[in-house]
């Protein structure tokens, strides 16, 4: 009898997904790792700039610091990978670091900081801030405004009250349609696949038209559901269009907002089934993680994982922001 040929083994086409069990177990491993994504063969000072840098050696082994530090020759000052990047004057070792990344990046509904202290065991409190830090190396801050074609549509996020407040008409003439939800805006651009999102305080049509005008161009053609407030704010724009949820119209000749909607759809799903309870104060946070994912969405994991590392580079997330002045 013939002996069937032995199968194939499939294996991730990514060199840096191949690397990351490595990475994620071995301090060495992830310090080389950081270096290469940040500044690849050719290190530089992140304070002066220059190129002219030296590895700081350990003078009883005669091998590398343990600290990892580096040192410029222009400005004679000390620094490491984490210097000028939101990991900057941390102690979380850099493995933890590379597996809250690669995490972050390859879940699709994101992940929890209990998740993140089970498994490397951190603190809940730093493994809280040190996703907070990553959520906002993964913001978007060009502020690039939408073109195209263009779907608006808002949500209410939150569930139900724990303490229902009784309703007296006497008092409260206006039942709340949404009692203590927190309201969101969403904007999609159908040509680029690129969407943003917003806190908002209500739906009304002052800061609907707000929020519309800071995320969309005023070349392109809005795309709404049959909101009073979005008849006035498509006058502003080239072109606006809408369809009547009420009367179960949903797609007319092209006109939907069914993109946007499949987006709040995941970023629901992940706000209930892995955070639980986000407060209004990081909302924002947690929608710019799912703001990340989706528009990379094209990318691999391993691919994913390198531009939120490159995009950690000149930010910074104090634990408390100081007053000001």
């Known amino acids: 009898m013939a002996k069937k040929k032995p199968c194939k083994v499939g294996e991730n086409k990514s060199q840096v997904v191949r690397d990351m069990p490595n990475v994620c177990s071995d301090e060495d491993a992830a310090v080389r790792f950081m270096e290469a994504q940040r500044w690849g063969d050719e290190p530089c000072c992140?304070?002066?700039?220059?190129?002219?840098?030296?590895?700081?050696?350990?003078?009883?082994?005669?091998?590398?610091?343990?600290?990892?530090?580096?040192?410029?020759?222009?400005?004679?000052?000390?620094?490491?990978?984490?210097?000028?990047?939101?990991?900057?004057?941390?102690?979380?070792?850099?493995?933890?670091?590379?597996?809250?990344?690669?995490?972050?990046?390859?879940?699709?509904?994101?992940?929890?900081?209990?998740?993140?202290?089970?498994?490397?065991?951190?603190?809940?409190?730093?493994?809280?801030?040190?996703?907070?830090?990553?959520r906002f190396a993964l913001a978007d801050m060009e502020g690039v405004k939408l073109m195209g074609t263009v779907e608006v549509d808002e949500l209410y996020l939150g569930g139900r009250p724990r303490y229902r407040i009784p309703y007296d008409p006497l008092k409260r003439p206006h039942r709340p349609k949404h009692p203590r939800k927190q309201p969101i805006i969403g904007v999609l651009s159908r040509d680029s696949g690129t969407v943003k999102t917003r806190v908002i305080p209500d739906v009304t049509s002052h800061t609907l038209r707000r929020a519309v005008s800071e995320l969309v161009d005023k070349s392109a053609k809005l795309e709404t559901d049959e909101a009073p407030a979005y008849v006035g704010i498509g006058r502003q724009y080239a072109g606006h269009q809408a369809v009547k949820h009420s009367n179960y119209e949903y797609v007319r000749e092209g006109v939907t907002t069914n993109t946007i909607e499949s987006f709040f759809a995941i970023l629901r799903r992940g706000i209930t089934g892995i955070y639980h309870n986000v407060s209004r104060k990081h909302l924002q946070r947690y929608l710019d993680e799912f703001e990340f994912r989706y528009n990379t969405r094209a990318l691999e994991d391993g691919e994913r994982t390198v531009t939120a590392i490159q995009g950690a580079v000149g930010k910074r997330l104090l634990y408390r922001q100081p007053n000001p002045a």
């Open 46 to 134: 992140p304070r002066c700039g220059d190129m002219n840098v030296y590895q700081v050696g350990d003078r009883k082994t005669g091998g590398r610091n343990t600290d990892y530090r580096w040192r410029c020759r222009a400005c004679k000052r000390y620094f490491t990978v984490r210097t000028g990047s939101v990991m900057a004057e941390t102690r979380i070792p850099l493995r933890y670091w590379c597996y809250a990344f690669w995490q972050v990046c390859s879940s699709k509904k994101g992940v929890s900081a209990k998740q993140i202290h089970r498994q490397t065991g951190l603190s809940y409190k730093s493994a809280l801030f040190l996703l907070h830090r990553i």
